[in-house]
């Protein structure tokens, strides 16, 4: 099990394969601190083949300074964890100038609060570009519906396209073969 807290989990830690292009952590520990609240809280989590996404398996939060806020304390909020850890646990295999490497989604993005640079973003959404896109599409859906999030949202967030374009190209994914071992259900609400 690897730990998530700066950038300890590395592409080597990915070593299962998901979809086409995709590796990913099979479980890891995540700590967040707060440092607001005053409340470090871990969680464990393990990829469920079956339900396509990483499973919560344990929470343990604490107080880590007097005066912590009790009421955070038991209102525990994993989801902005696995937001976070997720990226560090999806490897995706570049090529580029004769050279390929295994390199985490984490250290692909340099952007806070993005999955991919905004200058790949920008690329994949050109006409002529499908292959390049696909495998966005896979990375986007992903590290989107590993974490119990809503993937097509994610897309559209990313790519700055329309929801049914979104959705156009997930389908086109989907029937290509790239998102085996992934899956979201609509409705389904992420762990809060």
Aim: some cysteine; overall charge neutral; aromatic content about 4%.
């Amino acid at each position: 099990m690897k730990t998530i807290d700066g950038k300890k989990m590395t592409q080597r830690a990915a070593t299962e394969p998901v979809g086409s292009a995709l590796r990913i952590a099979p479980g890891f520990v995540a700590t967040a601190t707060d440092d607001t609240t005053g409340i470090e809280t871990t969680l464990e989590a393990h990829y469920d083949a079956d339900a396509s996404r990483y499973i919560v398996t344990t929470i343990v939060s604490r107080g880590i300074r007097p005066g912590f806020d009790e009421v955070a304390l038991r209102h525990t909020a994993p989801q902005a964890i696995l937001q976070i850890a997720i990226p560090h646990c999806i490897a995706v295999h570049l090529a580029n100038e004769g050279k390929h490497a295994w390199v985490t989604i984490a250290e692909l993005s340099q952007s806070e609060g993005r999955i991919i640079p905004q200058w790949m973003a920008a690329e994949v959404v050109k006409r002529g570009s499908k292959n390049e896109r696909m495998e966005v599409i896979q990375i986007l859906y992903g590290a989107s519906a590993l974490a119990g999030l809503p993937p097509t949202k994610t897309v559209q967030l990313e790519l700055n396209v329309p929801h049914r374009t979104a959705s156009d190209w997930i389908g086109k994914a989907r029937t290509a073969g790239l998102l085996k071992g992934m899956s979201y259900t609509p409705g389904r609400q992420a762990d809060d």
